[in-house]
């Protein structure tokens, strides 16, 4: 089981951060508090910034520095324009999908009660 | 003063720390990592009330629950990607490029199995180059594009014999 559920949150993390960036411009502490009261995905700061760099380097993300009154400059976190396209078509498809297993299951369920 | 300069040196000590751990990771991606965890850990300490003056006390605080250093190493996205790709992309499209040179300027001089040789060479090794980059995406379109060449010349060949 344990396995199963590691596969399953590490393919949905870049899906999760998207989806929070999208919500509103946040910055990085933020963001990690929002995903960690996620229990089930049950994040990290070394979990959410080396996937946020990533998303940043392919172009899905951007940086946006604004002064600090205290210690270095704070960095807001957006969606670019093919970040929004990506999590458009992303949230599609888990849309797609959450609906076929939910099929799956109701008629699994149907089956085991005749 | 020297309080600030404390709760400061744990900050830097703690970034150090990280970096030591992302040796392999390419320069770009550990100097952005790095500047997100500094904000971060000020971030934190902001919410603490303890932006303006931070203690030694409050910065041992946030680093004590936040990932230990080595954590960052394990993490795939920060070791360096497949590259190759692009010169997978390249030889594929540069051979295309001379063997199409070849055939114009050769016509009526050269045999047309010159042209084809350096064609179809070209195009097995980037086709090689590219699916041992295959987790580069630029790997993948390079053996999408050789491959595909390949099998329209072959197939004019075929029937124009």
């Known amino acids: 089981m344990r396995s199963w559920v590691t596969q399953i949150r590490k393919g949905l993390l870049d899906f999760c951060v998207l989806n929070a960036i999208h919500a509103r411009e946040t910055y990085g502490?933020?963001?990690v508090q929002h995903?960690?009261?996620?229990?089930?995905?049950?994040?990290?700061?070394?979990?959410?910034y080396p996937i946020l760099n990533r998303l940043r380097e392919d172009g899905y993300v951007k940086v946006r520095l604004s002064p600090s009154s205290s210690g270095p400059p704070r960095r807001y976190f957006c969606l670019t324009a093919l970040g929004r396209h990506r999590l458009?078509?992303?949230?599609?498809?888990?849309?797609?999908?959450?609906?076929?297993i939910a099929g799956?299951?109701?008629?699994?369920?149907k089956e085991s009660q005749t | 003063?020297?309080?600030?300069?404390?709760?400061?040196?744990?900050?830097?000590?703690?970034?150090?720390?990280?970096?030591?751990?992302?040796?392999?990771?390419?320069?770009a991606s550990k100097r952005e990592l790095l500047r997100d965890l500094e904000s971060h850990i000020y971030e934190a300490l902001e919410a603490r009330g303890a932006g303006e003056d931070p203690q030694p006390a409050d910065v041992e605080e946030v680093l004590a629950g936040m990932d230990p250093p080595e954590s960052f190493?394990?993490?795939?996205?920060?070791?360096?990607?497949?590259?190759?790709?692009?010169?997978?992309?390249?030889?594929?499209?540069?051979?295309?490029?001379?063997?199409?040179?070849i055939l114009l300027l050769g016509l009526g001089v050269?045999?047309?199995?010159?042209?084809?040789?350096?064609?179809?060479?070209?195009?097995?090794?980037?086709?090689?180059?590219?699916?041992a980059a295959w987790a580069d995406p630029l790997g993948k379109a390079?053996?999408?594009?050789?491959?595909?060449?390949?099998v329209c010349v072959v197939l004019v060949l075929i029937f124009s014999v």
């Open chain 1, 29 to 31: 502490y933020e963001l």
């Open chain 1, 35 to 48: 995903l960690r009261a996620v229990e089930q995905l049950s994040v990290t700061e070394s979990t959410v």
């Open chain 1, 88 to 100: 458009r078509e992303m949230n599609a498809y888990w849309d797609g999908l959450g609906e076929a």
């Open chain 1, 104 to 109: 799956l299951r109701a008629s699994a369920r």
């Open chain 2, 1 to 27: 003063m020297k309080r600030d300069q404390d709760a400061g040196a744990a900050i830097q000590r703690y970034l150090r720390a990280v970096a030591a751990h992302l040796e392999s990771a390419p320069d």
């Open chain 2, 73 to 101: 190493a394990r993490r795939s996205e920060m070791r360096p990607r497949p590259a190759g790709g692009a010169w997978a992309l390249l030889v594929s499209l540069g051979t295309v490029a001379f063997a199409t040179a």
């Open chain 2, 110 to 131: 050269l045999p047309f199995w010159i042209p084809l040789a350096v064609f179809l060479a070209g195009q097995l090794a980037a086709l090689a180059i590219g699916v």
């Open chain 2, 142 to 150: 390079a053996v999408t594009v050789s491959a595909g060449m390949t």
